[in-house]
Structure formats: C-alpha cells, structure tokens
C-alpha cells in the first residue's frame, strides 16, 4: 500500500521505515526502506554510510531509458515551421534498440534528439526549486535553466541527486529579456502556428490573450529543465558501483563539493 498518487520530491527522508500505518502525502525510498538498507556486511556498512550525502536513486537508477525505449533529450522549437511544397513534414531520424522508428523532425514542433541508457545528470538537492516564468530575467548568452534546483555541498538539507536535464530551445523577447508564450493550435488559425506557421503571429497572439507584453522581436534561446529520477530502479546487482564515482573521471567529477 503505498501512500500518495505520486514519489515526493523531498530531497532526503531521515526516518526510520515509516509507511505502513502512517498517512503520508507520497512516499520516498526511505519510507520503506529507511536510511540503513544494506546488510550489515562490511560493504553494506559503508554504503549505509552514503545515505547521508545521496539519494537512493543516485546509486540505484545507474541509467535511465533502459530496455529499448528511448527517452527524448532535446527538443528545439526554433527550427520548426519548415514546410515541403508549402506543406508540413516530418524526418524520423532515430531507431530505438527494439526496432521502433522515432521522429526527428516534426514542422509543427521542430528538431529532436532521442537516446538509451543515459547516465544522468548529478547535482546537490534540498528538495525545491525556482521557475522561469514570463517575468524572470533571463540572459540568452547562456542557457536558461527553466528550474535552477536549490541545494549545496555544505547544506546538511541536501543530497546528491540523478536527474534527467532536458535541452530544449526556446523563443523570447529580445528587447525585455523574457521567455515568451506562444499560440500553437485553436480555433483562430490565422495566428495558431501549427496552420499557419508563422512564429510572430503565434508569438503577438499569445501575448494579447494573457495581456502581456511583447516588443515584437524575438529570437531562440538554449534551455535546461531538471526532471529528478525515481523512475527505472535497477537490479541491486546493477546499482553503481565503488570506482563509478570514487575515480578520476567518474560521474562526480563535475559536480561541485565533492573532489
């Protein structure tokens, strides 16, 4: 019986197994296997000693889109509106490991890119999260994260956690430096840019209807968006192991506080 309709995005959970019995909003890992999972062999000592500084997921869900299905890793929106005898098309471009083919192109929603077995990205988590709206700032010279995660090193709240990070390109405003709405589809297909494809009608519609404002210019810029993993738990004996992380290289190599 698990609690909730979803995990919880609580980044560490430092009870003792908890769940059956006790309302809860949604369940972490710890929920029922608290944070000593491991057998109290000399391995398992010292990856109980890990429970304090990671997530389960991070050793557990080594990579994620296993199994021959694919998950997608990029989508660009700037390149879409392309049309073949004044008609829209699509390119596939990607043949998943179980034979399936996938698009990489669509008119309607541009360029994809598409992979398997993708080790994921890793980075310090409290739990929370800010958003990028339509009022945020932003500075195109760089990518945009959509949702900047909190957490750090030094902060006892925080765990190392796997996410998957989506690349994504994206209109905004040139002049006021925000990301902007777009009208893809309705009943005023004059402006609806999946008939008639044309970005700055798509773009002043979608501003006059939520009342924003636009200056008119526009161009694309690189985004991330953090998605944390909980999903596609290994088999024990696929968890990461030692030298994944504890080597030159390894998957912690890029991540602040840890080397």
Same mark, same amino acid.
């Given at each position: 019986r698990i609690a909730g309709s979803r995990y919880d995005t609580e980044a560490k959970?430092?009870?003792d197994p908890h769940l059956l019995g006790q309302p809860r909003d949604a369940a972490t890992c710890e929920s029922c296997h608290g944070n000593r999972p491991h057998k109290a062999t000399p391995v398992g000592l010292k990856l109980n000693d890990h429970t304090d500084r990671l997530a389960c997921q991070t050793c557990h869900v080594p990579e994620f889109a296993r199994g021959g299905v694919a $998950?997608? $890793?990029l989508w660009d929106w700037s390149t879409a509106g392309q049309l073949k005898d004044g008609k829209p098309? +699509?390119?596939i471009g990607f043949t998943r490991s179980d034979g399936?083919? &996938?698009e990489t192109y669509l008119s309607t929603k541009g360029t994809f890119e598409w992979a398997e077995n993708v080790a994921p990205h890793y980075a310090w988590f409290d739990g929370s999260v800010d958003? $990028?709206?339509d009022t945020t700032?932003?500075?195109p010279s760089a990518p945009v994260e959509i949702n900047? &995660?909190?957490g750090a090193s030094d902060d006892p709240e925080s765990r190392i956690w796997p996410f998957k990070r989506m690349e994504g390109r994206q209109a905004y405003d040139t002049e006021r430096m925000v990301l902007l709405h777009s009208q893809v589809y309705g009943p005023e297909t004059d402006t609806a840019f999946w008939t008639n494809f044309d970005w700055s009608k798509s773009l002043q519609a979608? +501003?006059?209807y939520l009342g924003t404002d636009y200056s008119g210019k526009f161009d694309f810029v690189d985004t991330q968006m953090y998605w944390p993993i909980t999903h596609m738990v290994a088999p024990a004996d696929d968890a990461l192991k030692c030298d994944a992380c504890h080597s030159r290289g390894g998957r912690m190599a890029n991540l602040a506080g840890v080397y």
């Open positions: 959970d430092i009870a $998950t997608k $890793t098309f +699509s390119v399936k083919e &996938l958003y $990028t709206n700032p932003i500075d900047p &995660l909190h979608a +501003s006059d």
